[in-house]
């Protein structure tokens, strides 16, 4: 069989039968979920194919309550999810970036919004914002909180780095390459330029977020520019 026919594209780049786990890695950019009439929360648009009967809903107003409702409007954040339910081979994907897969065991981590790509139903996620005027200034940073126990995908632009935070020695990150972090970290935002300058801009050389404590630090090679969605 020549190197570049059909069949041997179609075997390189065929599904893997071999594997069967709740969350696992079909490629480096994309995850399969198994489905076991099972519910899944993936983010809104993730979906990229599907074997089986599994049906879509889109995450609704008030789920997570109204304190959530009011966050995602007040920071236009680009978290939707949509749930999954049913039984089938389910893969999502995030605009190429490489899938990373997370098992907590009450356990908590931060992530960036935009690179939440799927949870498992029982995982709590809730938004939380940086309380700083600069925050806002930059674009509205949003964080999602999540915490339980079950398989967590996030996705990273490249391959990622993760920082150790020590006592007496803080991290400083860009807020637009940093992924994610120990839950229990507060990070917070800093700015050393004058007021003037960080009007209608905030890249990663204008503003850092600072840990401080004891836990980790979860960069991207990449500094990603978030966008409202609807």
Same mark, same amino acid.
């Given at each position: 069989?020549?190197e570049?026919?059909?069949?041997?594209?179609?075997?390189?780049?065929?599904?893997?039968?071999?594997e069967?786990?709740?969350?696992?890695?079909?490629?480096?950019?994309?995850?399969?979920?198994?489905?076991?009439?099972?519910?899944?929360?993936?983010?809104? $648009?993730?979906?990229?194919? !599907?074997?089986?009967?599994?049906?879509?809903?889109?995450?609704?107003?008030?789920?997570?309550?109204?304190?959530n409702f009011?966050?995602?409007?007040?920071?236009g954040?680009g978290?939707?999810?949509?749930?999954?339910?049913?039984?089938?081979?389910? !893969?999502?994907?995030?605009?190429?970036?490489?899938?990373?897969?997370?098992?907590?065991n009450?356990?908590?981590?931060?992530?960036?919004?935009?690179?939440?790509?799927?949870h498992?139903?029982?995982?709590?996620?809730?938004?939380?914002?940086?309380?700083?005027?600069?925050?806002?200034?930059?674009? $509205?940073?949003?964080?999602?909180?999540?915490?339980?126990? $079950?398989y967590?995908?996030?996705?990273t632009?490249?391959?990622p780095?993760?920082?150790?935070?020590?006592? $007496?020695?803080?991290?400083?990150?860009?807020?637009?390459?940093?992924v994610?972090?120990?839950?229990?970290?507060?990070?917070?935002?800093?700015?050393?330029?004058?007021?003037?300058?960080?009007?209608?801009?905030?890249?990663?050389?204008?503003?850092?977020?600072?840990?401080?404590?004891?836990?980790?630090?979860?960069?991207?090679?990449?500094?990603?520019v !978030?966008?409202?969605?609807?």
């Open positions: 069989m020549s570049f026919s059909l069949q041997s594209f179609i075997a390189k780049t065929r599904q893997d039968d071999s069967h786990d709740y969350f696992e890695l079909e490629k480096a950019q994309m995850l399969e979920i198994n489905l076991n009439n099972q519910s899944v929360w993936t983010k809104n $648009g993730s979906m990229v194919g !599907y074997v089986g009967t599994i049906k879509f809903e889109r995450e609704g107003m008030l789920s997570g309550g109204i304190g009011l966050k995602k409007t007040l920071t954040e978290a939707k999810l949509m749930k999954a339910q049913g039984t089938g081979r389910l !893969y999502v994907a995030d605009s190429g970036k490489k899938v990373q897969i997370l098992q907590l009450n356990e908590s981590i931060c992530v960036n919004g935009n690179d939440i790509l799927a498992d139903q029982s995982i709590k996620n809730e938004i939380t914002m940086l309380k700083s005027i600069a925050g806002m200034l930059s674009g $509205g940073l949003f964080q999602v909180r999540l915490t339980g126990s $079950g967590v995908a996030i996705t632009h490249g391959d780095l993760t920082l150790m935070v020590t006592p $007496g020695n803080p991290v400083f990150t860009d807020p637009n390459a940093t994610a972090w120990a839950g229990h970290l507060k990070p917070e935002l800093k700015s050393n330029v004058s007021f003037k300058s960080i009007l209608g801009r905030g890249s990663g050389e204008e503003f850092q977020m600072m840990f401080q404590g004891e836990g980790w630090v979860l960069i991207q090679p990449y500094e990603e !978030y966008f409202q969605q609807s």
